[in-house]
């Protein structure tokens, strides 16, 4: 599932690789022989092996995916549980390495280099971020239980029976997260008792209700009751150990990772052809040439909106009297939900007449109010998308209703999701942004790609999605449209400098704050819930200017190299053809191509 728009790699999933503890009877030395002898036979048995013992180590990580064979299954985070990982990702890494990369085919290099990342990575996560230790977020049951909940893959006793085994255990989860949990950051503790407090009402009325009407035994619906007393008690208790223990104490850790740090998980989870700095050095350049085109896009705009008044000498002055103009155009609080809603049946047609690349109205889009145990991050609307192994689950768009919130800041919340940027939203998450995309992850061949998806390149799309359909004639190309989408991906420009500020530099809030609304002219509450999430992720935020700016490159490449003979159609479906692999090892087999 994809959440903050995109599904992560979950280096934090215990012991990936604890796959193939056995030989087989066979000697290193025979195996070694029989790679050298015939490494791409060798490799794909290696990657079903592999993926087996993935799913059976991660079993919500394999609940995500759509495998549910070991839903039933709970990790218990201790350091016992994080030790036999460490034994069983050594055992992995041998393995993979007796393969010679050099002697695969081009999609299978591709394959052993996701992998070997992700040995790679999750031993750095676990031995060096350490996250399992500063973050209080990291733990929270109820979004595995109500992954199995929402299901309709298998009958409702079945996933009752799951859930109910997986819950027994939630005693001890709690007790090892309370005993894991050493000088955490503020921020993330106060989103851990955020989160885990939402999670409370999973395992309220609507799972009560399902266990009423199941066909489970007598015994079985009170032992399934008991069990979710008991774990509503142990959310509680880890809630009050993080209100009472964590936050009096005042012993914090900085949410700031650090230059090395930040460029070591930069490597691991974005995967580019750039460094950290590179990528912060291209999104500067981007900055000045976004103002540049909003300027020019604002001059022209003036005299229709503000006929007959003296144009600002300023040009930040003048695009943001145009924007805030143009901002005044936008739905109603109560009726936010809905405007999405209305926007999608637009938004498929319009790619369906443009012949952008080729739909499939079997998968369903199921647009919902974002669950509780999901909110505070930050982010006010993602795609919850199924895995390769649930190809026919439905997707979920989540978008976070303004139900609730003062009216002033409703009110600056619709300003910046106006009738224009809405638009330009909804195509990032859905079509043929994020839905889209993932609907063509999950057809890839290659489950590998599938599984260790690459945010940046899932991101990378969803923004060049925008720009795509812009080009394409998507809001009949007026300057109103252009102008707002400058400002938006301006705010994918922003989002690099600032997660590299936040975490390299010493950048403020009330910087931050500045920073946004000046350039990136952004309301308050936008600037601020931005502020909010680059203070709880690292390196994500980067991950979408990374991404774009990486396929517009290679369609750029690939449009002058076919010249005539150039699809965009035939481009868009091939990109996607590769599933969720990053964009520097999608470039490498197109071009191979």
Not at 252 to 277: E, M, P, V, W
Not at 304 to 330: C, N, R, W
Request: glycine share 6%.
């Amino acid at each position: 599932m994809t959440h903050l728009s995109s599904p992560k790699l979950l280096f934090a999933s215990l012991a990936a690789a604890a796959l193939l503890t056995s030989c087989g009877g066979k000697s290193d030395t025979r195996k070694l022989a029989e790679a050298d002898a015939q490494p791409e036979a060798v490799f794909e048995r290696f990657k079903p092996r592999f993926i087996d013992s993935l799913w059976y180590y991660n079993p919500e990580w394999a609940s995500g995916a759509g495998y549910h064979k070991y839903d039933s299954l709970l990790v218990v985070p201790n350091a016992g549980r994080r030790q036999i990982d460490s034994a069983f990702q050594a055992r992995a890494r041998k393995q993979l390495l007796s393969i010679d990369v050099q002697k695969l085919s081009v999609n299978n290099q591709t394959d052993y280099r996701l992998i070997e990342n992700y040995l790679n990575g999750v031993r750095w996560y676990a031995d060096t971020l350490r996250d399992w230790e500063w973050n209080p977020a990291n733990y929270n049951l109820a979004s595995s239980v109500a992954e199995i909940l929402n299901g309709r893959y298998q009958p409702l006793d079945r996933r009752l029976r799951s859930i109910s085994l997986k819950i027994s255990r939630a005693t001890d989860y709690y007790e090892a997260a309370k005993a894991n949990v050493k000088q955490p950051t503020k921020e993330h503790t106060e989103l851990g008792i955020l989160q885990n407090q939402g999670g409370l009402n999973v395992f309220g009325k609507a799972l009560l209700d399902s266990v009423a009407r199941s066909g489970l035994s007598g015994q079985e619906k009170q032992q399934l009751r008991d069990r979710i007393t008991v774990a509503r008690d142990a959310i509680t208790a880890y809630v009050d150990f993080l209100k009472k223990e964590m936050l009096p104490a005042g012993k914090f850790r900085s949410f700031r990772l650090g230059k090395a740090l930040f460029d070591q998980k930069f490597n691991y989870d974005i995967q580019s052809s750039y460094t950290a700095d590179q990528v912060y050095q291209k999104a500067q350049q981007h900055r000045t040439e976004l103002l540049h085109d909003m300027g020019k896009r604002a001059a022209r705009l003036w005299p229709k909106y503000f006929a007959g008044q003296p144009m600002p000498t300023d040009s930040v002055v003048l695009i943001k009297q145009v924007i805030s103009k143009l901002s005044e155009k936008h739905t109603t609080q109560a009726g936010f939900v809905a405007a999405v809603k209305a926007q999608i049946p637009v938004l498929v047609k319009f790619v369906n007449d443009h012949q952008l690349l080729t739909q499939d109205p079997t998968k369903p889009l199921v647009i919902r109010e974002t669950p509780l145990y999901m909110r505070g991050s930050g982010a006010g609307a993602s795609v919850s998308a199924p895995g390769p192994y649930d190809k026919a689950a439905d997707t979920y768009y989540n978008v976070e209703p303004l139900d609730g919130q003062p009216a002033a800041q409703a009110q600056s919340y619709l300003r910046e999701y106006n009738d224009y940027t809405l638009q330009i939203l909804n195509i990032h998450e859905a079509i043929p942004g994020h839905y889209t995309q993932l609907v063509y992850a999950n057809r890839s061949p290659s489950i590998i790609k599938a599984v260790f998806s690459n945010g940046a390149m899932i991101e990378g799309w969803a923004v060049y999605a925008e720009r795509m359909m812009l080009e394409s004639g998507y809001g009949a190309g007026t300057d109103e449209i252009w102008l707002m989408w400058d400002k938006w991906n301006m705010r994918v420009t922003l989002n690099t400098i600032l997660d590299h500020e936040v975490h390299v530099g010493t950048i403020t809030e009330a910087q931050t704050l500045a920073l946004l609304q000046r350039d990136g002219f952004q309301e308050e509450s936008e600037a601020r819930n931005k502020w909010r999430r680059a203070t709880l992720s690292q390196v994500q935020l980067s991950s979408y200017f990374t991404g774009y700016t990486a396929i517009y490159d290679l369609r750029e490449e690939l449009k002058k190299r076919e010249g005539n003979d150039f699809s965009l159609k035939a481009f868009n479906e091939q990109f996607l053809s590769y599933g969720n692999a990053p964009v520097k090892y999608i470039r490498e087999m197109m071009l191979k191509k």
